[in-house]
């Protein structure tokens, strides 16, 4: 992106992120069990594991979409409860599942996030993040008016208009079909390089882990079961 | 002709009530004939309709005879009451019971007042009460409307109420649309009511009038003073039950806590 970053990672020693212990428990049933990991700053980590191991609660929980029952995350060593949960979700942008695009244009979609606290997102911008995602030209196209793959662009653009420090994908691309899953994560790749920007990417697609990560989080049951490099954890399964 | 033969007015009621009696229950026999199975819902209803009624004519005579001050317990009392049935009615919502008991304490409060000392309604117990229930059983109505839209419309928008939230935005801002919904759509059908006063429907407060020999074209009048403080009444309570109502679906720490098929 054209823009400096906003926020400064802490000093270089230091993980950009640190998660201790979180647990998530939900009606007496544990969905997420002690699980702690450190991410560095520009490394890209794939989490990983079959449905329903907590993978997109573990992404929540970074978001602080939920709050976890006990451990705690810290964001270049400041515990992220001391930072607002507006500021929080600014600085790790999330990318879900489905788009949840607002009705309105691609435009409008992007200036959402940098209005919401107090800013403009000039046309000059609009128009560099959708050539970052292969767009170029759709901003006043209705969102309802967008493929599948369009429209998690659209997301993934719109995410990155708050410049994210890092970004949360939980299965960016699960719901599209394989034309546009291809399209969708060579969108998503390069955006990565060109931003250098830290990435944790939720996928169940083992394929997906090997072209987007270089380490993974293994889950099972709510369990943070092997971290380590792809051909650590993967190959050795 | 039921008049020539009984002069209490009480009794003249009474007959006259036993003969609608009659017309309904001549319904229930029919329904059972043709076998609606409505026969126990319409017998229950119609028992209950009557006794109910009938009761509350009774308190009021007692209550007309009392001082003008007494307006005040009853109008709350009938507050009370309506704030428990809406929360019978809606699910799901936390304090639900003192969002509606505000809501439409400030709305009833302030329209009765105002309109009572300005003289818009009689300073008199015949017509503060019975003007004061109808403006309470309209605010419940709407706000127990508005709670239910509000419901349904934030847990069928999680996933973009959520999208909001992850760019960083307000509880306020994302839940803007749905909140303007749930009043719009809670208002629209006292709007309509206005719209259509007088066309077919001549409404309680003017059919009484009338009935009891007033002029009809001052009666046109009341009517509108007594649909329109219903309508200023359902609005105030609806937007002051909203503010409250929208800070119950949101954690301190901004987190959305009312999904689909889940309490809060
Ligand atoms: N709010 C909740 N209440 C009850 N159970 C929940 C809640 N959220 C998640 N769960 C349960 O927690 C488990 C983990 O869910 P989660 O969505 O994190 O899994 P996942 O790994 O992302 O699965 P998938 O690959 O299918 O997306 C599931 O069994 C799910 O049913
Ligand atoms: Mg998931």
């Known amino acids: 992106m054209v823009q400096e970053r906003e926020h400064v990672t802490g000093q270089p020693e230091e993980p950009f992120l640190s998660v201790e212990g979180l647990t998530y428990q939900v009606d007496g049933q544990t969905i997420l069990s002690g699980v702690s990991f450190e991410v560095w700053a520009g490394e890209r980590v794939a989490v990983f594991g079959p449905s329903g191991v907590g993978k997109s609660t573990l992404i929540r929980l970074l978001n602080r979409l939920d709050e976890p029952t006990s451990g705690t995350i810290r964001i270049s060593g400041q515990d992220y409860r001391d930072i607002s949960p507006r500021l929080l979700r600014r600085r790790l942008g999330m990318v879900m599942q489905s788009p949840n695009l607002f009705p309105g244009t691609v435009a409008d979609n992007l200036r959402f996030g940098p209005h919401a606290h107090g800013e403009t997102l000039s046309d000059d911008m609009i128009r560099t993040l959708l050539s970052g995602v292969d767009l170029a030209g759709l901003e006043d196209r209705e969102v309802s008016k967008l493929s599948g793959g369009e429209a998690q662009r659209v997301n993934l653009a719109r995410t990155l208009a708050n410049q994210p420090e890092a970004l949360l994908l939980d299965e960016p691309t699960s719901a599209l079909d394989q034309a546009a899953k291809r399209d969708v994560e060579e969108t998503i790749l390069s955006v990565i390089n060109t931003q250098n920007v830290t990435c944790i990417l939720v996928t169940h697609d083992r394929a997906q882990v090997t072209r987007l990560a270089e380490r993974v989080l293994l889950l099972e049951d709510g369990r943070l079961v092997a971290d380590g490099s792809i051909a650590e954890v993967l190959d050795a399964e | 002709m039921l008049s020539r033969w009984i002069e209490n007015q009480v009794w003249l009621g009474a007959a006259q009530a036993g003969i609608t009696m009659v017309a309904a229950l001549l319904v229930v026999w029919v329904t059972d004939r043709l076998k609606l199975g409505l026969k126990k819902d319409i017998l229950v209803s119609l028992g209950r309709g009557i006794v109910q009624i009938v009761l509350v004519g009774f308190l009021l005579t007692v209550i007309f005879s009392a001082d003008l001050w007494i307006a005040i317990p009853v109008i709350l009392g009938m507050i009370a009451i309506a704030s428990v049935m809406t929360i019978q009615r809606v699910k799901n919502i936390p304090n639900a019971l003192w969002i509606s008991l505000v809501g439409i304490a400030a709305g009833a409060g302030l329209v009765i007042s105002v309109m009572t000392f300005l003289g818009v309604i009689e300073q008199a117990l015949t017509s503060i009460i019975p003007i004061g229930s109808m403006m309470v059983y309209g605010a ?125």
């Open chain 2, 140 to 264: 419940m109505n709407t706000n127990a409307l508005m709670i239910e839209r509000f419901r349904s419309e934030v847990t069928s928008h999680v996933g973009q109420i959520e999208a909001g939230l992850a760019l960083g935005a307000s509880p306020e801002q994302v839940i803007r649309p749905y909140t303007r919904r749930a009043v719009s759509a809670a208002l629209t059908p006292n709007i309509n009511g206005l719209r259509s006063l007088g066309i077919v429907w001549i409404p309680g407060a003017m059919a009484g009038m009338v009935l009891s020999g007033q002029n009809p074209a001052y009666a046109g009048f009341y009517q509108f003073v007594v649909s329109g403080s219903i309508f200023v009444t359902a609005s105030i309570t609806v937007l002051i039950s909203i503010v409250l109502l929208r800070k119950q679906v949101f954690s301190k720490a901004e987190q959305l806590l009312l999904r689909a098929g889940e309490g809060v």
